[in-house]
Every structure is written in C-alpha cells, then in structure tokens.
C-alpha cells in the first residue's frame, strides 16, 4: 500500500475534541486512507456513506440521543461522502458537542457543497485536511526517487490517481472511464451547473490551452456563452478540484499584465483524457505545457501538505515577455522557468531581474524536479 502524506499528519489529530474533515476530488483516495488510519486505532469504528438514501435520512436534522443510539459502544464513525447530507455541519457539530469521546472522520468530493454546509456551525470544533491524487513526493517515498524520475514521462501522460498508478497497464480505459464518469459527478449535481454540455466544452477548451494565458471574452466565444458564466464554472471546477487558476504578478511594474490568468489541471491524466491524447511525450506536440503542468501540479501538492503560506503567479508584459511561475512568501520572492530538455537556453526577462533584483531565478527541468519539488 502507498503511504500517503497526510496520514501521519491526520494520526496525530484524532481524538483532540474536533471533527476531521478530509475534502479532495473522486477517487483520490480519501476512502483508503480513512480505512488506514481507522484500522491503526484497532478499535471498532463505524461507516456510513453519503450517497445512501437511508443513511442521509438517519443523519439529517438528528439528535445526539439518536447519535448515540446509532455509535453503541463505537467511538469512531467515517462519514463518506458527507456533503450529500443535508445539514451535515450540524451533526457533526452534534458529535463534537455532545459525544466528546467519539472520533468522527467526514470525507467530501465537493468543497462547495461540504465546506457551505460545515464552517461556520464547525467553527473551532474541526481539523481540515486537502488530499489530492498521488504525488511525486509520495511515490518516490514508495520505491525511490531513481524509479520514480525514470517514470515522469509515464505520469506526465497518465497522471497519478490512485486506480491508474496500481493498475498498470488499464490507464487509457479507467482514465477515460475517470473522466467521463466520476469528474463530472459533484459537479452535475449543483445547481449552478444548467447546461452540462457546455461544461464539457468549457474543459476542452482549457485542457487545449494549458500553458497559456486564457481570457474569459474568447474562451466564452469559442464554446458559445459569455464571459460570466465561464467564470462561474471554472470556479466550480476550482471548488471540485479538477483545475486552478494562477493570477498574473504585478507590483505596479510598466507594462506588466495586471489581470490575466492561466489555468492547470490538478492531474495531467485528467487533461489527457479530456482532449483523448495519450500518445507518448516523445511525439507529442505539447510537451513543454504538459511539462510546467506536470511540475506546478506538484509543487502545489507539496506546498499545501507543508502547510507553507505561498502565494504562485504567473508574470507576463505586453511586449510578451514571460515567466512560467512566480512564487511569494513573507520574506521570499522566486521565479522558475520550466524546460523539457536541459539544454534549451534560458534567459530571464531583464524587465523582471531590474524590478526585482532581490528574486531567486531558477530553471527546472526532468534533472532537478526533486530540489524544486522540495520532498
């Protein structure tokens, strides 16, 4: 079995008096790793799935005298698919208040819907947690940094969701399968989502131009509908984890791009999977996109597993001149530049190195993904 980062991390937050809420896209794994970690307790624990009609009758608008009846003498419950139930903020509120020696996991595919329905009755009584697809970081912890750097091309075009990266061999159907089943699933649920059709043009169109800057105006003529509602749904596909968006840097610099944006899938399996290109990175056409994809996916990754406040951008002049990512802290300014081969030349702007003179430059290639990974 694959260690997952966040299992130590979550082991050490069970039974303090608070909820865990663990949110993260389908199939990324959230139900193996609550199993994990429920049957490290080696205590009797209790599930209950969201997706069934009884169980979100039982757990909507409850009391803790019912709560109690339904744990016995358990002391752990795992919650899957908590946001389809209807005030589930207030049953777990329920647990925490009233049934202080239990342990509740609740899990969720939606952040929209889970988070809308848990803060504010959850506020001070939770522990959240984001899991995301496999990492770089995590399998090089599985079999090595050697192995997995020999398989980035590998990942690059099949990416890292649990079911892929164990079933070699499957990849194109259970991708295909992924992407026409699962990923639209939280989404064709909300009621925001009125055309479906649209929503699956709308992905195209972005998994076409991942790598550059999009605008709204375009993409919405392209795919038939306006700027708004292209807005609106590339924020639900933030909010179900499939994409997010980098904002374009600028400090008040001439020239600089001050409202751009550009936006990444979280897993490049996915964005594969929706254009239907699997062809190997060798003959494809799109190799650099998929290569500052594949590495600000995983950047990302690591960053949010650390905890570390940092802020990514991309920056970007109206004389075209461009680089792939800017990364902000408190005290820390970097920019990286993103080549697929390691002799391509690269010079950073000289506009951005006169304006920022205290910035890091980096260049990141297959060579060296582990130092700016930062495992």
């Not at 090595?144 to 590998?154: C, D, F, P, S």
Request: proline content about 3%; glycine content about 6%.
């Amino acid at each position: 079995m694959i260690k997952r980062i966040l299992e130590t991390k979550i082991q050490q937050r069970l039974f303090k008096g608070k909820a865990v809420i663990i949110f993260g896209p389908r199939q990324s794994g959230k139900s193996t790793l609550t199993e994990a970690l429920l049957n490290a307790q080696e205590k009797e624990w209790l599930y209950m799935n969201g997706d069934d009609a009884d169980v979100r009758e039982l757990l909507t608008n409850t009391t803790s005298a019912k709560l109690s009846a339904i744990m016995g003498n358990k002391k752990l419950v795992f919650i899957d698919e908590a946001q389809r139930i209807m005030n589930i903020g207030l049953t777990l509120k329920l647990f925490t208040d009233q049934l202080k020696d239990v342990q509740v996991i609740a899990t969720g595919s939606s952040a929209f819907e889970l988070s809308s329905h848990v803060n504010e009755p959850l506020t001070g009584r939770k522990y959240e947690f984001m899991l995301y697809p496999l990492s770089f970081s995590e399998m090089v912890q599985h079999h090595g940094l050697l192995q997995e750097k020999r398989l980035i091309e590998h990942r690059m075009v099949y990416g890292y969701y649990p079911e892929i990266v164990t079933k070699q061999g499957e990849e194109h159907e259970l991708l295909k399968l992924l992407a026409n089943s699962y990923l639209y699933k939280d989404l064709l649920m909300l009621d925001q989502i009125k055309k479906p059709l649209l929503l699956e043009k709308l992905l195209k169109a972005l998994a076409l131009q991942v790598g550059s800057e999009i605008k709204y105006e375009e993409i919405g003529q392209t795919i038939g509908s306006d700027s708004k509602t292209v807005d609106k749904y590339i924020d639900l596909l933030e909010k179900t984890f499939v994409v997010f968006r980098l904002p374009a840097f600028n400090r008040n610099v001439r020239n600089e791009i001050k409202k751009g944006k550009k936006v990444y899938f979280y897993d490049c399996g996915i964005r594969n999977a929706i254009i239907n290109n699997f062809k190997p990175v060798n003959s494809r056409t799109d190799v650099g996109a998929l290569w500052e994809n594949f590495v600000i996916a995983e950047r990302i990754k690591t960053l949010r597993y650390q905890n570390t406040d940092t802020a990514h951008y991309f920056w970007r002049t109206t004389q075209q001149q461009e680089i792939d990512l800017i990364e902000e802290t408190s005290d820390r300014l970097e920019a990286f530049e993103f080549k697929w081969s390691k002799t391509e030349k690269v010079r950073f702007p000289q506009t951005f190195t006169e304006n920022y003179p205290n910035a890091g430059t980096k260049i990141v290639s297959p060579e060296n993904i582990e130092e700016f990974i930062g495992m």
